[in-house]
C-alpha cells in the first residue's frame, strides 16, 4: 500500500471505527465469552496501543491534507478528537466511570473520524494526490 495522504486518511478512520467498536462490543464479548476478560482486550494496553497508531497516523494525513488545501480548521477538529481520546487515559475511567468512558470514547472517534473525512473530501476536491 502505498503511503500517501489519501490512504493515512482511510487508515485513521479504520483506527477510530475499531477504537468504537472495542468500546461498544468489548463487553458485550466479556459477557458472552467471559474467558476475554483475562486478555488484553480488557486493559487499558489496548486503548494505549490504539492511540499509539491513531495519533501519529492522523496528525501525518491531517497536515499532508492541510498543507495542500489549507483548511486548517480540519486539523484543529482533528486535533480536538485525538487530545479526547487522549484524555479518557489522562483522566482515567475512575472519574469518567464505564459510561463516561465508552461516550468519552466514541465522541472522540467520531470526532476524529470526521475530520478525516473531510480532509479527504477537501483533496479529492482540489485535486490535492494527484
Same mark, same amino acid.
Given at each position: 500500500? =502505498?503511503? %500517501?495522504?489519501?490512504? /493515512? ?6 483506527? %477510530? ?10 463487553? /458485550? ?64 475511567? =475512575? ?5 463516561? =468512558? ?29
Amino acid at each position: 500500500m =502505498e503511503i %500517501s495522504q489519501p490512504n /493515512l486518511d482511510k487508515t485513521a478512520i479504520g483506527l %477510530s471505527l475499531v477504537c468504537t467498536i472495542h468500546c461498544l462490543l468489548t463487553p /458485550l464479548a466479556i459477557a458472552l465469552l467471559p474467558a476475554l476478560g483475562a486478555t488484553f482486550l480488557d486493559d487499558e494496553r489496548f486503548h494505549y496501543a490504539v492511540l499509539f497508531f491513531v495519533i501519529p497516523t492522523s496528525l501525518y494525513a491531517l497536515g499532508l491534507g492541510c498543507r495542500k488545501h489549507g483548511r486548517l480548521g480540519v486539523l484543529a477538529i482533528g486535533m480536538l478528537g485525538l487530545l479526547v481520546l487522549s484524555s479518557i487515559l489522562i483522566i482515567g475511567e =475512575e472519574t469518567l466511570g464505564e459510561t463516561g =468512558e465508552k461516550v468519552t470514547t466514541v465522541l472522540g472517534a467520531v470526532i476524529v473520524a470526521s475530520a478525516h473525512i473531510r480532509n479527504y473530501r477537501l483533496c479529492q476536491k482540489n485535486a490535492c494526490h494527484e
